[in-house]
């Protein structure tokens, strides 16, 4: 099957093409909880300083 397309490069980028743009059609109408569940990360850092306020201790850690 490889072979086939590596003789067709033409035809194997009108296939590639095609499914592109049945997919840019097909994601609108999908419904919204077939989307995949993305959670972004989140780092939190907990750091005391003795007699600093917020902005000496944000320069000090970054």
């Not at 490069?9 to 590639?16: E, H, L, R, S």
Request: aromatic share 8%; with cysteine; net charge neutral.
């Amino acid at each position: 099957m490889a072979r086939f397309f590596i003789d067709r490069p033409v035809f194997a980028m009108v296939i590639a093409i095609v499914i592109i743009i049945l997919g840019c059609v097909v994601i609108p109408t999908l419904p919204i909880a077939t989307y995949p569940q993305v959670v972004p990360p989140v780092v939190q850092i907990t750091a005391v300083y003795q007699g600093g306020n917020a902005s000496d201790l944000e320069k000090t850690v970054s």
